[in-house]
């Protein structure tokens, strides 16, 4: 049984470009979240997928966008990358409707903005 | 913003003896969840412990929640050398679906 996967595992972009990350939940998981990871600090809440539509939203500006497809699987968009936007993006996947259940993570996208 | 706060921030001990980290959060929640990551990687889901429990246990994992005072704390008896990693509290409350996080605790297991 696989489990959460992203790709690409990393990426270097410029001040200014736009990037997708993706992922794939983990078998039979309907519901995927978004996190930001700087250095040293804990995950920041980005935004949660479910049923293919944005259900919340952490406090992250419209940069940050996202997708799910039928499949559950996700993409994060963050257009006019910022040197602030290094960081880990780690995906999560879950069950029932995500709310307080356990998380299961990818290994996560390393984004540095140059 | 980041609802938990670990302490202490790092902690080095020997192999075999135990490990206990505290996390306190401000608001009302549904359960509390501690996670642990390797090296900036992934997060592995430890334990869930709601807000009607007080105590949870996992293998060498014990877990406390006093919601008066806001506050747990992980224990991790007879330490391995494989525990070294970094341990980070989220809660969820019922009034909406994301986990906030605290900084996290580093841990270090010396052989």
């Known amino acids: 049984d696989a489990g959460v996967t992203q790709s690409p595992t990393h990426l270097i972009k410029t001040r200014g470009q736009q990037v997708t990350l993706r992922c794939s939940p983990k078998?039979?998981?309907?519901?995927v979240s978004w996190y930001q990871q700087a250095l040293g600090q804990g995950p920041q809440f980005i935004f949660q997928y479910y049923e293919e539509e944005e259900r919340q939203r952490g406090n992250f500006p419209d940069r940050f966008s996202g997708h799910q497809f039928p499949n559950y699987s996700s993409e994060l968009n963050v257009n006019a990358l910022l040197l602030g936007d290094s960081a880990l993006y780690l995906c999560?996947?879950?069950?029932?409707?995500?709310?307080?259940?356990?998380?299961?993570f990818g290994p996560g996208t390393r984004l540095t903005v140059t | 913003s980041q609802q938990g706060e670990e302490d202490p921030q790092a902690l080095s001990i020997q192999e075999g003896e135990n490990a206990t980290m505290n996390c306190s959060y401000k608001?009302?929640?549904?359960?509390l969840q501690w996670y642990r990551q390797n090296s900036g990687r992934g997060l592995v889901h430890l334990i869930l412990i709601r807000s009607n429990e007080r105590e949870k246990h996992s293998g060498r994992l014990r877990v406390t929640l006093d919601t008066s005072k806001k506050s747990s704390s992980l224990l991790i008896t007879a330490s391995r050398a494989a525990d070294t990693a970094s341990y980070f509290c989220?809660?969820?409350?019922?009034?909406?679906?994301?986990?906030?996080w605290g900084a996290g605790t580093k841990l270090i297991i010396k052989p």
């Open positions: 608001t009302s929640i549904n359960n």
């Open positions: 999560a996947s879950s069950l029932v409707q995500g709310r307080g259940y356990e998380q299961y």
């Open positions: 989220a809660t969820s409350a019922d009034s909406n679906y994301q986990l906030i």
């Open positions: 078998s039979g998981h309907d519901t």
